[in-house]
Structure formats: structure tokens, C-alpha cells
């Protein structure tokens, strides 16, 4: 059978990346930022002043989001991260749908988004973070070198991250009204690029791409991708720094009460004139 052109590329083992965040789970997980993300997740929907009944968490890894959820809403369908991205929630269901950490590993974004589009009851809010920007951009940058350096080619270390004008363009494509998008930058800071690692695998947030390595990193590898690291990006005292980007997005499904933009042509006032009345004065 011949494959659908128009279908997305399948860049994410999802199986895997359920694996991974389960023994993460098990094993003790690294959370500073899983915690600065669920205390801003607090503070944004306890900005938003109306009301919301039904709501639905959207492939957040593990108890994340227990706590701000559990303070304003007695109950909140969850939707667990697996091989398939077809979320089955019936039109016009939700009140309101959140995911934290969930978005950066799907394979067909807008789709996802046009589908919580489909599933908002009229003015209903989608509230979400995501990891985008220049995340993780020391390591990739590191691991690029060293390998070229090392072994005379590049594999795939860190997946593609979106911007934050992807974002917003994503959820105007998906049909939802007055999108906010904005990052939260993060950058911590090591003893090692192995120490790095080490957090991202307690994070379940090691490499999950489908066309990744399959062999072991040579042990001569490793160590030049950790020098360069040290070497660019290394603060005086030696440590080395790590760039986080948390991408929020937000956006409601079109109602009428919500405020719209003046039509073009619709101004009484010449902003031409304006300038001119302003130089003259």
C-alpha cells in the first residue's frame, strides 16, 4: 500500500518513550523541572477567573500535574502517553484541556491541537507547556563536534525543538482564538556533561527519536563531546551550563463573546494625521 503523502512524519518511538518515563519513575526522578513547571501551571490557572467543569490532562508524564488539578477540580479525565495520538475525546466535551511535558515528543502536533480544538466546548481553554527554544542546545552542539571530530559523521542526540512563532502559528492552524505563546528560560548548571545525562534519563527524557543510534557511543566519543562541552560551555568556576526552554502556549475555542479585531478599513482615526498633528505640536 502506498504511504500518505500528507500524514506526519513519524519522528518519536512513543513506546519507548512510555518505558522510559515509567523507569524514571521508579527509579527516583530528577524534578526541578517538573516542580518549577506545576507551581507556574498553579499560578496560570488560578489567573484565569472563570469556571471550568470538564476538564482533561493530556499525556502528562506521571503525577505532575495532581496537585494544581486536585486544588480547583474534583475530577479530570487523564490521558495517558502511548503509541497512538488519536485522543478519542467526543466533540465539544471539554471545558478545559491542559498537558505539561507531553508535547515536544508528539509526532503530528497540529493534528493533536486541532483535536483538543475539536474536544473544547465554545470557549474553552487549552493551557499547556512544552520544551522548544534552544533547549538542550550545549549538548547538541557538543555531541555534533565530537562526533564529526571522532568518528567522520553526525547522528540524531537531541530531537527538533519548535519556536516559539511555530507555536503560535500551530494554534491559529487549529482553529483557536486569542493564542498567547511565551518562554520560560532555564539554565542549570553542572559539574559534567555526564551529570547532564544522568538527569535526563531521571527525567525519562533521553533520546527516544526513531532514527537514533543503535549501537553504544564509543568510550572515545563520549569523553571529546564532554571536553568540548567544558570548553564552551563552562562557567569560571568550571561548571557547565544547560539551557531549558519551557514554551507556554494558550488558547480558547472561538466564541462570541470573546473580543475580536477591528475589521480593516473600520478606523475613524488617520494614523497619518496622528503623526503629522504630533510633529506639528
Known amino acids: 500500500m502506498a504511504s500518505n503523502p500528507t500524514s506526519a512524519p513519524i519522528l518519536f518511538d512513543r513506546a519507548l518513550l512510555r518505558a522510559r518515563i515509567e523507569r524514571a519513575r521508579r527509579g527516583g526522578p530528577a524534578t526541578f523541572l517538573l516542580d518549577r513547571i506545576r507551581d507556574d501551571f498553579e499560578e496560570r490557572l488560578h489567573a484565569v477567573t472563570r469556571s471550568f467543569a470538564d476538564a482533561a490532562d493530556i499525556w502528562t508524564p506521571g503525577e505532575l500535574l495532581r496537585k494544581p488539578l486536585a486544588d480547583r477540580f474534583a475530577s479530570i479525565t487523564r490521558i495517558d502517553v502511548d503509541q497512538s495520538e488519536a485522543l478519542r475525546l467526543p466533540p465539544q ?24 480544538r475539536r474536544a473544547l466546548k465554545p470557549d474553552g481553554l487549552l493551557l499547556a507547556a512544552m520544551i522548544g527554544g534552544d533547549t538542550l542546545t550545549e549538548l547538541r552542539q557538543s555531541f555534533a563536534a565530537a562526533e564529526a571530530e571522532c568518528e567522520g559523521g553526525v547522528s540524531p542526540r537531541v530531537a527538533p525543538f519548535a519556536d516559539l512563532r511555530d507555536i503560535g502559528g500551530l494554534l491559529q492552524r487549529a482553529g483557536l482564538a486569542l493564542p498567547v505563546t511565551d518562554v520560560d528560560r532555564v539554565v542549570v548548571r553542572y559539574d559534567s556533561a555526564f551529570a547532564l545525562m544522568a538527569d535526563l534519563r531521571r527525567m525519562g527524557a533521553a533520546n527516544i527519536l526513531i532514527e537514533r543510534r543503535r549501537t553504544p557511543t564509543r568510550r572515545a566519543t563520549m569523553l571529546r563531546m564532554a571536553q ?54
Open 228 to 281: 568540548i562541552y567544558s570548553e564552551r560551555f563552562a562557567d569560571a568556576d568550571g561548571r557547565i551550563r544547560a539551557t531549558f526552554d519551557v514554551i507556554w502556549l494558550s488558547g480558547w475555542a472561538p466564541h462570541e463573546s470573546q473580543q475580536k479585531p477591528l475589521k480593516p478599513g473600520s478606523a475613524k482615526a488617520s494614523l497619518e494625521a496622528a503623526v503629522k498633528g504630533k510633529k506639528r505640536g
Open 93 to 116: 466535551s471539554l471545558d478545559l484541556a491542559v498537558s505539561a511535558l507531553a508535547f515536544q515528543f508528539v509526532n503530528d502536533l497540529p493534528g493533536a491541537l486541532a483535536q483538543i
